[in-house]
């Protein structure tokens, strides 16, 4: 059966190549895309990826780049350079300078061309809803990068914690709080929760577990509010100020680099992530090839029972992560080959190129035809695929969906999938993301710095309850309550 689906699989990808018209001389494409594999230099001359991709589409990619620790800040520098790529993944679509650009016309508006199937048949069949979310003004101005949804959770070292005594996986946060004061008193030089200086998540998933909106949610009188004002909020921040009070967290967490965020848990300095639940499997698939582990050492956790009993979760992303824009560096002549060439990412042979590179260099497949990220003689080709694959992926959009070789399912991206499917019911989404507040727009990454600068600060204790609501006091004299009133129209309006 899978040697079917790969055929079929293969014969798409040739048809694909077929009606690609592909020029005499190559068009020169110039992106930029965030880096997670900032320590090893990209293959650029001879990579087999790249030369397949200007084989099949007459593209050549001419790729920047930049860690992903500083895309934010890089992002802000290009858009106010006049000599931009002409291609851009935005890891936030809904930034204040992505939306002040967006306006301003740095960005070719989408909108007609993404309903268009004739010419762009992978576009058009993304979700009308995920599109809307990203709009500005009514206007789509790149093409979502999709994510599975929630994806978010917790998972933990199962073997570290039967080691400490706990056999059973948590469904309460009474469990998990005794799950983590166990694996925080495992040694003196190890820790319970692997928190970095991308703080956000981690803060956003316990406090949603407790009961807190995902940034804004809609109090008893139907009016938005803030997340920080539900008590809830505090409430999760207290816990994990209580985890690194016992020694749980490391201290030096808010200075860690995000890119090292793997290598803590592959070096047995914490045992549980608040994160994209599919990392677990990553890590056990990392800890069979490298350290020979054969048992399933991680347990993955999709939401967490309250004393009401109810489950509230925070969705690591609203079914997509940041988005690809096209900028005025290409032409109006131009601009439907470049859209043309986003289209054939998002197809099988584009997404198995972004994803998974080659065959036999990249991935492998085994004798019923499923993908395997190694070959199965066990050799570690890390170093290799990171080489020459890096982080292209981050061009990935997927927008009609996974179209790649399928890959045969471990127990624990069996879990991981059943959890999306069960748990997605109880995401709690942000009724303010596809609305626009004017203060948000040109503040909004100040004002949201003061709250989780504060958090970060408390959870260290570095500082009291009271300074913590001094700040949120100072969120909303420096624009806050202005931003507040501005979503509270939109949202009202909206209604009607």
Excluded at 458 to 487: K, S
Aim: contains cysteine.
């Amino acid at each position: 059966m899978k040697k079917m689906v790969s055929l079929f699989l293969a014969l798409i990808m040739v048809l694909s190549m077929m009606s690609f018209a592909v020029a005499e001389e190559p068009f020169v494409l110039t992106v930029m895309l965030p880096d997670f594999y900032s320590t090893e230099d990209f293959q650029t001359e001879g990579n087999p990826v790249l030369e397949a991709i200007e084989a099949a589409t007459g593209v050549k990619l001419q790729i920047n780049f930049v860690a992903n620790s500083t895309y934010g800040d890089a992002i802000n520098t290009t858009l106010a350079d006049k000599n931009q790529p002409m291609v851009i993944a935005l890891t936030d679509a809904r930034g204040a300078s992505i939306i002040d650009s967006a306006r301003a016309g740095a960005f070719w508006d989408l909108t007609d061309y993404i309903t268009d199937a004739e010419n762009y048949p992978y576009l058009a069949a993304g979700s009308e809803g995920v599109y809307h979310n990203i709009s500005v003004d009514g206007h789509v101005y790149g093409i979502y990068r999709s994510r599975a949804y929630p994806r978010a959770g917790i998972y933990y070292r199962s073997d570290i914690a039967k080691e400490m005594g706990i056999e059973k996986e948590p469904e309460t946060i009474e469990e998990l709080t005794a799950l983590a004061e166990a694996l925080a008193s495992y040694s003196d030089d190890t820790y319970a929760l692997n928190m970095c200086s991308y703080t956000d998540g981690t803060i956003y998933l316990i406090t949603c577990a407790f009961g807190a909106p995902q940034n804004w949610g809609i109090d008893e009188n139907g009016d938005i509010y803030p997340a920080h004002k539900s008590p809830a909020y505090l409430e999760g921040l207290n816990w994990l100020r209580h985890l690194y009070e016992i020694g749980g967290i490391d201290p030096n967490f808010a200075t860690i680099d995000s890119t090292n965020w793997d290598n803590i848990e592959r070096t047995g300095k914490a045992f549980m992530r608040f994160d994209c639940l599919d990392n677990a499997y990553r890590q056990q698939e990392w800890f069979e090839t490298n350290e020979g582990v054969t048992d399933q050492i991680f347990e993955i956790i999709g939401g967490l029972k309250k004393e009401d009993g109810s489950i509230t979760i925070w969705p690591q992303n609203p079914g997509f992560s940041g988005e690809i824009v096209v900028t005025k560096a290409v032409s109006e002549a131009d601009l439907p080959k470049v859209l043309k060439f986003l289209d054939w990412c998002n197809g099988p042979e584009g997404q198995m190129l972004l994803n998974w590179g080659i065959e036999d260099v990249t991935y492998w497949l085994d004798a019923e035809g499923y993908r395997l990220a190694a070959p199965e003689s066990g050799e570690d080709v890390t170093a290799q695929i990171h080489l020459i694959q890096h982080s292209l992926n981050q061009l990935g959009m997927n927008v009609p969906g996974d179209l790649c070789i399928p890959q045969k399912l471990t127990p624990l991206r069996d879990e991981y999938n059943k959890i999306n499917e069960e748990y997605a019911q109880y995401a709690v989404t942000d009724p303010c993301y596809p609305l626009i507040s004017e203060t948000n727009v040109a503040f909004g990454t100040v004002l949201k710095q003061i709250i989780s600068d504060a958090a970060v600060q408390y959870i260290a204790g570095l500082i009291d309850e009271d300074t913590l609501r001094a700040a949120w006091q100072q969120w909303e004299e420096e624009g806050g309550a202005l931003m507040t009133e501005e979503y509270n129209a939109a949202y009202h309006a909206s209604l009607n």
